[in-house]
Every structure is written in structure tokens, then in C-alpha cells.
């Protein structure tokens, strides 16, 4: 084994990252990405973290087999437990929910001290992320949406900026659906919100026949703004 291949979404995720910096990829995996970018001459060196023993097993494996153990350091720990702080100049964290992604921010932010960019890629939930960033005080600088294997991906890169920057008149709509990717309306984009929409109306026909109570009507109420939030959004 002496070359990496990437699929569409960890390839789009390489190429945010800043040259000649040093990485660490969190919840690595089989850690391609990190091993990608070391053979690719993107990267300095990498930290590949993964929590769960197989993963980290499997990672340990692949820089070994490619001979990258002098670049990349392989650690088990819990999200950014595996780095100290000013270690790395990037981080990335990929294929996980929106809602995890920001609970490892929230729970290393000692370690994000020095770190130049972040790139993240959640596969549901990405407004969690974006709501995380303007509370802490990361200015979103660029979004992607794609679509690989039937699925569809966004990937969100920060820096440390005015976080409200990218939002001008629609931070709620901007949160939800992204600030960068509302204007510009791709195909993915939409079929990915009219799927969307289905769903919540979905949800919506089921609340209207539950017994009625307080939480139901709130419930319906925070459904019916975000239905006409994405009808509005969709035009």
C-alpha cells in the first residue's frame, strides 16, 4: 500500500485544508485523510484521534503500512482530548452528526487555542455547527454542499473572525440552511431542503392528530416557522 484514495467528500475536505500546516483529524477512521494529505505534501505532519478501538486499530495499520509513523502520531482519546493545546494549526472533524461535532468543539474548546481553521463536515444537523461557531466567536468563511453515494454532505470552514459576518439580514434561515449555500440555490441544495420539507410536513400531519397538550402545540408551532422558513427559502 503506497497511495490513498479519497472519496468526493473527504477530497473536497483536503482541499480547505492549509497548506504546510499541521492537522489534526478527529475521529480519523482508517485515518486516509491525514495520510492523504502527508503523501500529497499538503500537510507537515498529522495527529489522526479516533475514540473507538477498531478505528484506531485500523488507523495505527494504514500509517504503518505506508510507512508514515515519523509524520503521523495515531492517539485514542476522546475528540480533542488526544491533542495539547497549540498543537495542531488545523482541525478537521468528518462523517459525524452536526450535533456531535459541536458537543467536541464545546467540550476541547482549551484546545483551540492557536488553531488557524477549522473544517467540518457533519452528515446531519449542520446548523448546530454554525450556531456554535457565532457563539464562540468563529466566522463561518466558506460552505459546500455535495452529493456521494446518494447521500449529501456539507462541509463548513472558520476561522477566528466576526461570526456574524456571514449573515447580514437572515441569521435565522442563514443558521438553518447556511449562509453561503442559501444564495446560491445549488440543485443539491434543493433537493436536499425539498426532502426536508417533506419530512417536517410529515411530523406535522402526525402532531395534528396527537392529544392535545402544551408541549404538542409548541411542537407544532416551531414546525410551522420552519416549514414557511425553507417554503420562503426555496421561493
Same mark, same amino acid.
Given at each position: 500500500m503506497n497511495e490513498v484514495k479519497l472519496s468526493k467528500r473527504l477530497q473536497a475536505v483536503a482541499e480547505e485544508i492549509i497548506p504546510q500546516s499541521v492537522l489534526a483529524d478527529i475521529g480519523s477512521d482508517h485515518a486516509y485523510l491525514p495520510c492523504y494529505c502527508v503523501l500529497h505534501n499538503r500537510i507537515v505532519s498529522a495527529i489522526a484521534g479516533e475514540v473507538v478501538e477498531g478505528p484506531y486499530q485500523s488507523a495505527k495499520t494504514t500509517v504503518e503500512q505506508l510507512h508514515l509513523e515519523d509524520k503521523i502520531s495515531v492517539r485514542k482519546g476522546d475528540g480533542l482530548s488526544v491533542l495539547a493545546g497549540? =498543537?495542531?494549526?488545523? *482541525?478537521? *472533524?468528518c462523517g459525524m452528526g452536526g450535533a456531535l461535532i459541536r458537543d467536541i468543539l464545546e467540550r476541547g474548546k482549551g484546545k483551540l487555542q492557536g488553531v488557524q481553521r477549522l473544517v467540518l463536515q457533519p452528515n446531519i444537523g449542520a446548523h448546530n455547527i454554525r450556531q456554535w461557531l457565532i457563539e464562540n466567536g468563529w466566522e463561518l468563511k466558506k460552505e459546500q454542499i455535495l452529493k456521494e453515494d446518494g447521500k449529501i454532505y456539507e462541509i463548513l470552514c472558520a476561522e477566528k473572525g466576526n461570526p456574524m459576518q456571514p449573515y447580514e439580514e437572515q441569521e435565522t434561515a442563514g443558521v438553518l440552511m447556511g449562509p453561503f449555500l442559501l444564495p446560491e440555490k445549488s440543485t443539491v441544495f434543493v433537493e436536499k431542503w425539498q426532502h426536508e420539507l417533506k419530512s417536517l410536513?410529515? *411530523?406535522? =400531519?402526525q402532531l395534528n392528530k396527537a392529544a392535545e397538550t402544551e408541549e404538542t402545540e409548541r411542537k407544532r408551532q416551531e414546525l410551522l416557522e420552519k416549514i414557511a422558513l425553507i417554503e420562503e427559502a426555496l421561493g
Open positions: 497549540g =498543537e495542531a494549526d488545523v *482541525i478537521t *472533524i410536513k410529515m *411530523i406535522y =400531519e
